[in-house]
C-alpha cells in the first residue's frame, strides 16, 4: 500500500514504539521549548481517561483495523500528554501488566490487541504537529494520523514527508518501522529524515521515564534514535513524540528543514481485463513491471519521481489495475508516464482501460484513464481515501511481503498466474501489489538506519481482504499457498539473496515464525532486519532491560 500501512504502511502502524542504546547514560535531551507548540489542551497533572469494558467505546478501541485481532483488556488508557504515559507505563509495570500500544490502528498482526494484554495505551489523542525552532525540526506526536501530518506540514510551511498513502495509519508504528510512500523514491524513506524520539522506558530498577534521543553523533542516546529507523513498532517503549528535519537543511526557515513535496503531479489510473490477458500475456506484464524497474532503479534517474503500483488481483476481480504517480515539474514529466505506461503494457495484446471498480487497495479512478495533473495534497487526499474495501469496519486481512532486487523469474511468474486464476476461490480482494521502490531509498547504507534493505528494485505484497469471519480458513490458505508457491526455492519466504531481500516489518506476517510456513531455515528476524539484529538486542537490553514492551515478534534480548 503506499498503502495505509505502507506505503503506508505500515503498520505494524498500530504499535507505537521502539528502543536505544544505554539506559541511564547521559541526560536526556532537554524538552522543545521556544516555539514548540504545548501537547493537546489537558491537564498534564491528571490521569489518562480510562476506559473500562462497561463503557459504550470500549468494543471499539479494542479491535485494529483488522478485525481479526481483538483484545479483552483490564482498560484502555487515552492518553494527552507524555507525563501521563510515564504515568500509566508506571502503573502497569509495578502491578506486573501487559501492556501495548495503539496507534492508528493498523497493525496487521496481532502486536497490540492480543489475549495477553491487561492495559493497552491509546496514543490518537496526542496528534499535535508544530515546529520546535531550537531543534529546527517539525515535531509530531505519535497518535497523529498519515493524512493529518501531511495537511498539517504542507498547508503550514509547504513541506512533507516520504509516508504511506492511506489517510489513517498512525505515524507511531509507521515511522518506526521504516515506512515508505508514493514520495520514497525521490525523497528516501520516513526514517532518513528522522531528526529525534522521545519514548517513554522502563529501566532496570522498574521506573519508567521519557528520554529524548537524537541522530546527532554525541547524543549518548543516539542508539535509541537509530532503533527508530526502522526497528519496528512495541519493541523498546512507547513513543511519544518524533522530530523531523532532512539532512543537510541549514538556516532558520521552517520551511527549508524539511523536504518539499511537488506543487502538482500527474495521476494515471488503468486496467487490463483478464478475460483478454492470457498466460502468456500475464507473464509480459509482471516481466515488465519488473525489467523497468531494474532498468530506472538510480536515484539520478529522471523516472526517480513516479511511483507505480501493479495490482494483479484474482482473476474473480476481471481485472489487473495499474496506478501511477509523477512529479509534474519534472521535464517532460507528462511524456514520461505516457512512455512508463507504454513500457509495462508492451507486447500483452490487451488494450489498456479505464479504472472503473476498486483494484488492489484503490478505489475506482475512471476519469484518470488519461493521465490528470492534480495539486499534490488533492492527490494524497484523492488516493489516501479512496477505498471502501480498506474503510470497512468489518474488515478482515492476512498479508506477506517481500523485497524484490529483481524482476520474478518465469517459475515465479507461473505460480503466481495459477493462483491468481484458481476456481476453488472466488474473493476479488484477492491479490498480489507490486510497489515501486529504489531510488533514493537505496543510498542509503544498511547499517546506517535499522531498515536494512536499500538496493531493491519494488517491493511484493500478497495480500487477501474478507468481512466474514467464516471465510477466514479459506482466505489464509490463498495468501500462504500462493506465497510459498512463489517463493518455494528459497524454503517458502525471500530470504536475502541476488533476488530476494526478506521481508517488510511493517507488513508483520503471523505466520513468519512458524517452521510449518517457513521452511527456509533463515529466522523471522533475519528476514526482518538481516544483519541489523545483533544491534537492535543490544538497544532492547539498554532501554528495556525487563522485557516490558514484548509482543509475538519483538526484539528479543541478547542471550548471556
Not at 478485525?67 to 501521563?84: D, G, I, K, M, N
Not at 523469474?409 to 503466481?416: E, G, I, K, R, S
Request: glycine share 10%; hydrophobic share 35%; with cysteine.
Amino acid at each position: 500500500m503506499l498503502n495505509r500501512r505502507t506505503i503506508l504502511t505500515g503498520a505494524a502502524a498500530a504499535a507505537g514504539a521502539a528502543g536505544a542504546s544505554a539506559l541511564g547514560t547521559g541526560p536526556a535531551s532537554a524538552a522543545p521549548t521556544g516555539g514548540a507548540v504545548p501537547p493537546a489542551a489537558a491537564d498534564a497533572t491528571g490521569p489518562a481517561v480510562a476506559v473500562l469494558p462497561e463503557d459504550p467505546r470500549y468494543a471499539a478501541l479494542t479491535v485494529g483495523n483488522n478485525t481479526r485481532w481483538t483484545a479483552r483488556p483490564e482498560s484502555v488508557r487515552l492518553v494527552r500528554t507524555t507525563e501521563q504515559v510515564v504515568r500509566v507505563v508506571q502503573e502497569a509495570v509495578r502491578g506486573g501488566k501487559r501492556l501495548s500500544v495503539r496507534g492508528g490502528g493498523h497493525c496487521y498482526a496481532d502486536f497490540v490487541f492480543h489475549p495477553d494484554v491487561r492495559i493497552v495505551i491509546d496514543m490518537s489523542a496526542m496528534d499535535q504537529v508544530s515546529y520546535d525552532a531550537p531543534r529546527r525540526a517539525f515535531a509530531v506526536e505519535a497518535g497523529a494520523t498519515l493524512l493529518h501530518v501531511y495537511e498539517s506540514l504542507y498547508r503550514g510551511w509547504g513541506v512533507g514527508l516520504p509516508g504511506g498513502s492511506c489517510y489513517s495509519v498512525g505515524v507511531g508504528g509507521h515511522i518506526s518501522g521504516g515506512g515508505y510512500g508514493m514520495l520514497s523514491r525521490r525523497h528516501g524513506l520516513t526514517v532518513d529524515h528522522l531528526y529525534a524520539v522521545e519514548v517513554v522506558v522502563v529501566g532496570a530498577d522498574g521506573t519508567a521515564r521519557p528520554v529524548i534521543a537524537t541522530r546527532e553523533p554525541d547524543d549518548p542516546h543516539r542508539d535509541l534514535w537509530w532503533a527508530h529507523t526502522g526497528g519496528g513498532g512495541g519493541n523498546f517503549g512507547v513513543i511519544t513524540r518524533y522530530w523531523f528535519r532532512t539532512p543537510g537543511a541549514t538556516g532558520d526557515d521552517p520551511a527549508r528543514q524539511l523536504m518539499r513535496p511537488p506543487g502538482e503531479v500527474y495521476v494515471s489510473a488503468l486496467s487490463l481485463p483478464w478475460n483478454k490477458l492470457d498466460k502468456t500475456g500475464f507473464t509480459t506484464l509482471v516481466k515488465n513491471f519488473g525489467d523497468w524497474h531494474e532498468r530506472h532503479v538510480d536515484p539520478g534517474s529522471p523516472y526517480a519521481s513516479l511511483c507505480s503500483f501493479l495490482m494483479l488481483n484474482h482473476r474473480s476481480h476481471d481485472s489487473v489495475g495499474m496506478l501511477t504517480q509523477m512529479d509534474a515539474s519534472v521535464p517532460g514529466a507528462r511524456q514520461l508516464v505516457d512512455d512508463h505506461i507504454g513500457a509495462i503494457t508492451s507486447g500483452l495484446g490487451v488494450e489498456p482501460r479505464p479504472l472503473s471498480r476498486p483494484a488492489g487497495e484503490q478505489g475506482p479512478l475512471p476519469a484518470f484513464f488519461t493521465p490528470r495533473r492534480l495539486p499534490w495534497l488533492t492527490s494524497v487526499k484523492l488516493l489516501g481515501t479512496n477505498n471502501p474495501t480498506l474503510t470497512s469496519p468489518t474488515l478482515r486481512a492476512a498479508h506477506k511481503s517481500a523485497y524484490m532486487r529483481k524482476g520474478f523469474d518465469p517459475a515465479q511468474t507461473v505460480a503466481l498466474y495459477r493462483h491468481l486464476t484458481r476456481t476453488d476461490l472466488q474473493n476479488p480482494d484477492s491479490m498480489v501489489v507490486l510497489l515501486s521502490y529504489g531510488g533514493r531509498i537505496n543510498t542509503v547504507r544498511p547499517a546506517d538506519t535499522a531498515a536494512a534493505q536499500r538496493d531493491s528494485v519494488f517491493k511484493a505484497l500478497f495480500q487477501s481482504f474478507w468481512s466474514d469471519e467464516g471465510e477466514d480458513a479459506r482466505n489464509l490458505a490463498w495468501t500462504r499457498e500462493a506465497y510459498t508457491d512463489v517463493f518455494s526455492a528459497t524454503g517458502g519466504y525471500p530470504v536475502p539473496g541476488p533476488a530476494t531481500d526478506g521481508c517488510y516489518v511493517n507488513y508483520p506476517d503471523s505466520d513468519i515464525t512458524d517452521p510449518r510456513h517457513n521452511t527456509s531455515g533463515v529466522p523471522w528476524y533475519t528476514l526482518y532486519y538481516k544483519d541489523n539484529y545483533p544491534r537492535l538486542q543490544k538497544v532492547k537490553a539498554a532501554y528495556d532491560p525487563r522485557d516490558v514492551f514484548r509482543h509475538s515478534q519483538s526484539i528479543g534480548l541478547p542471550r548471556p
